[in-house]
């Protein structure tokens, strides 16, 4: 079954201080990965996305995220956060059941940033 | 562009009342979803649609029933709800165009259902 997960529910991290979540998916073909953002009260906005190629892909925001197969990975990266990067961030694979293609999410990392 | 609105922001629902959450985009697309997010659960899809006149099932559509009478409205009825369905209710349309990632999410609607 395709499925996605993320194993940090929540993640504090210091303003100024890099940042890794982690993303595991299970999906039997090539996957079509997603990072998106939460921030408090708004919807979600597509980070970055990985299709084929480069493993190494780069996002709005300064964010960054690497393909690994062999991990079945695809963590997300920043160098250095800023207090605006505190919000909830959802992995997702592109996946088909039920006679339609359909996003698949991870239930989530909360990161809290402090000053 | 207003984009994706939902309508209303934050609703408390006595179980067995019933109530419509209404879903407005002026992109002109023609897909467009409802999602829930539970704590720990992520987003699951319950219903879409991929033009007016069209609703299908998704992930979680029990309890729930949709319309599309109009290309830019995608409306999501609880007829008679129930505490599990307490939950964060997200919208978000794409155009045909466009690949599956690229949906554009509204800002939600919390229902806390008592």
């Known amino acids: 079954a395709q499925s996605v997960t993320q194993p940090d529910i929540h993640i504090t991290v210091s303003e100024g201080a890099s940042l890794e979540l982690r993303c595991n998916y299970s999906?039997?073909?090539?996957?079509?990965l997603f990072w998106y953002v939460q921030s408090p009260g708004q919807g979600l906005q597509l980070l970055l996305k990985y299709f084929s190629g480069d493993t190494l892909v780069q996002g709005i925001k300064g964010f960054e995220a690497e393909f690994k197969r062999s991990q079945s990975s695809f963590n997300l990266r920043k160098p250095s956060v800023h207090w605006s990067d505190a919000a909830e961030y959802f992995c997702?694979?592109?996946?088909?059941?039920?006679?339609?293609?359909?996003?698949?999410f991870g239930a989530g990392t909360r990161l809290a940033v402090h000053p | 562009n207003a984009g994706v609105t939902q309508t209303p922001k934050f609703r408390v629902l006595k179980t067995g009342q019933s109530m419509t959450l209404l879903c407005a985009q002026d992109m002109n697309h023609e897909y467009m979803y409802w999602y829930r997010q539970d704590p720990g659960m992520g987003l699951r899809l319950i219903h879409y649609?991929?033009?007016?006149?069209?609703?299908a099932k998704g992930e979680v559509p029990d309890g729930y029933n949709v319309s599309r009478l109009k290309k830019q409205n995608f409306l999501l009825g609880l007829e008679s709800a129930a505490p599990s369905q307490t939950s964060v209710y997200f919208c978000?349309?794409?155009?045909?165009?466009?690949?599956?990632?690229?949906?554009?999410f509204g800002p939600g609607t919390r229902l806390l259902v008592l």
């Open positions: 978000a349309s794409r155009s045909t165009g466009t690949p599956q990632e690229t949906q554009y």
């Open positions: 997702a694979v592109k996946g088909f059941s039920g006679g339609y293609n359909k996003l698949i």
């Open positions: 649609s991929v033009g007016e006149g069209t609703t």
């Open positions: 999906y039997g073909a090539t996957p079509y």
